[in-house]
């Protein structure tokens, strides 16, 4: 399935690029997606997720806009189509 | 034992008669340190003591105090900012409004927590503050400087470079712009004094600035603060980054990606993704800035400098993101270039960007109407990247239509037909900053119940966008209070709320209380510091709730807020309906131990010891 990932501030020096649309399995979860990227990118590694592989503090995760601490944070499944926006966490300016 | 006070403490309040230029001192009373802490809860003292209920704003008896916190100074990063408390000619209720800079730190080392103005000057002049009390000299040939220039000529009038650190007005607080606030430019950073008018209250003094020079007072902790500052270092420096590389703009994308940034007046709450890019952090930081730039004991430097050829910009202070919505999103104008300059003149006219903003697109929507039309401007229409620039430039002269956007949006709409209420954005006459009032339940029910209506500095955000309170209303209403004694407990540390929030945390806890009690030597629990929050929460209220400010009926929410859901994007179908409110309104006014009008109780005002006040409020 298709999946476009949208990259924002100090993730986005990171992986050199705004978005990017990729193939993924079926039922690849959002834990799935930050784990191929740390993979990719190695200065991501131990940014996106913690070590008992949870999401970081340091990142906040939407699908498709909502907060991923809404679904089921890093078990969220992820459908064809989906958009991930990946950000350093949002606070209040 | 009579109790003595902290050595942190400076130990004077500075009272300055501006029609006389007489100064009075008085000492800090150690029960009203522990009362209150320092910063807004001084300040908020001083304007229940000082200011009669029925006073207007622009009266001679209202006051503008001055204040800084009881760590400021110390090794403690980033509790060095100051804060000014009035009534506001926007709410007519209490205010206050803090800033950072290099002033706030030299005003604490005059040994003065407090400096409040009263009265008004015969000529038009401007404050110097120095350890040794006050002067009041003329401001003669300042008289519709812009605030940068003025900043720049009282510093060379003094002669001793940046060692005079300037608050200063630009035309629009002579103006009396209702929502003019104080800009300081300091040789580190921008520091404005933004919301609720200040600068409008200065203005109508006859005041064009405040002058501080350091002098020789230096806090002594009671305990190891040092130690205790270099261990929160690490987290403060891990959870900033993105602060430290793009500031508050770095905010754009990410809230329009949650469909909680409000465009077109409102109208919806998100933007084309290609066009809420040409306005953020990582445009503004790739194509404009600069430099970073930074307040006093801050290594965070969330301050940037931009440049822009074009339009004749070199040195500007970056955008905040409230300033982004404010200029940006609200209008659908997304040339940055045009942007920034719109932002640079507000910041050198003296304008706060937030309540200007949201005046022009509540315009904008009422000339799209039909509510008002070429013959009030040719500035109105939505996306007019260049009438942002000359309505700014006319708000702050009171010029043509800029007369009526100096008003705010709230009196404009009173001139106009009633429909014009429908596309109000704010409350309690303060229009609101950028945190969605439909998209976050926490905001809905803090918005309504702040003591500064339209403030994201009462209720905090910060959590809500982690997923806390922001789709429920269950337990929001504790939440939304519990985050008001929070930002009333930071701004009483005259803390930055950026730092706080990520180095301390965005509720009160026991960092807090560790580093209250290293401070002053009072051994206090977490429920000992948030107390002191709770209680300024409520000098406050006492103070708006005698000047008929707040109650149940002033407790709301506008109109589109109330009654129209957003309508598409990940936020599609949120809103607060009139009964959530109400709902909520009843949860909160029990949480705190108001009545059912939103009145503290007897019980509430002796259980928080603030029966004096309630007095002086009264009388
Ligand atoms: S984080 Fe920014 S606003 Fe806060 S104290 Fe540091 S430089 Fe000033």
Known sequence: MELELRYFAMVREAVGERTTTREFDPETTVRDVLATLENDHPDLEGTLLADDGTIARSVTVLRNGTNVTHLERGATELADGDTLSITPPVTGG | MSETLPSVYGGEILHVHLGTGDSEIESIDPRDARRFLGGNGFVAKQVAEHVPADADPFDPENVLALAVGPMNATPFQSTSRGVVGFVSPMTNGFFDSTFGGTLPQALKTTGFEVVVLHGTAEEHSYVLIDEDGAEVKSADGLEGTETYETCQEIREREDVGYDTHVLANGPAGENQVRYACLVHESKMREGVA????????????????????????????????????????????????????????????????????????????????????????????????????????????????????????????????????????????????????????????????ISWGVTVAFARECYEKGLLDDDDSPHLEFGDADGLVELARQTAEREDFGDDLAEGSFRLAESLDDEAERYLYGAKGLEFAAHSARGLKGMSI??????????????????????????????????????????????????????????????????????????????????????????????????????????????????????????????????????????????????????????????????????????????
């Open chain 2, 194 to 353: 933004g919301r609720g008018g200040a600068g409008a209250v200065l203005g109508s003094k006859n005041v064009k600035a405040i002058a501080v020079q350091g002098g020789d007072f230096q806090p002594e902790p009671a305990g190891d603060l040092q130690g205790r500052a270099v261990q929160q270092m690490g987290r403060l420096m891990d959870e900033t980054e993105m602060l430290q590389e793009y500031g508050t703009a770095g905010l754009v994308n990410p809230i329009n990606e949650m469909g909680k940034l409000g465009h077109r007046n409102m109208q919806t709450e998100q933007a084309d993704a290609e066009d809420a890019e040409a306005v953020s952090g990582e445009t503004l930081r790739e194509e404009y800035v600069t430099e970073d730039t930074t307040c006093s004991n801050c290594a965070v430097k969330c301050g940037k400098h931009v440049s822009v050829e074009a339009e004749g910009i070199t040195e500007g202070k970056i955008p905040e993101f409230e300033s982004l919505f404010g200029t940006a999103t609200l209008q659908e104008v997304y040339d940055p270039e045009r942007v920034i300059k719109a932002n640079d003149l507000c910041d050198r006219l003296g304008m706060d960007t």
């Open chain 2, 446 to 619: 803090g918005y309504a119940t702040a003591t500064r209506g339209g403030s994201h500095h009462d209720t905090r955000p910060t959590l809500q966008y982690d997923g806390n309170h922001d789709e429920t209303t269950e337990g929001t209403p504790e939440f939304a209070a519990r985050t008001q004694h929070f930002t009333a407990l930071g701004d009483s540390l005259t803390q930055c709320r950026f730092v706080s929030e990520a180095g301390w945390g965005a509720r009160v806890n026991e960092r807090y209380a560790e580093a209250i009690s290293l401070a002053t030597g009072w051994e206090l629990s977490t429920e000992d510091v948030e107390a002191i929050g709770e209680r300024i929460y409520n000098v406050e209220r006492l103070i708006n709730v005698a000047r008929g400010v707040a109650d149940r009926g002033t407790d709301t929410l506008p109109h589109r807020t109330m009654h129209e859901p957003i309508p598409d994007g990940p936020s599609e179908g949120m809103y607060c309906p009139p009964e959530e409110l109400e709902g909520m309104l009843d949860e909160y006014y029990e949480f705190r131990g108001w009545n059912d009008n939103g009145h503290p109780t007897t019980d509430t005002v002796d259980r928080l010891d603030l029966a004096d006040v309630a007095e002086s409020v009264a009388d």
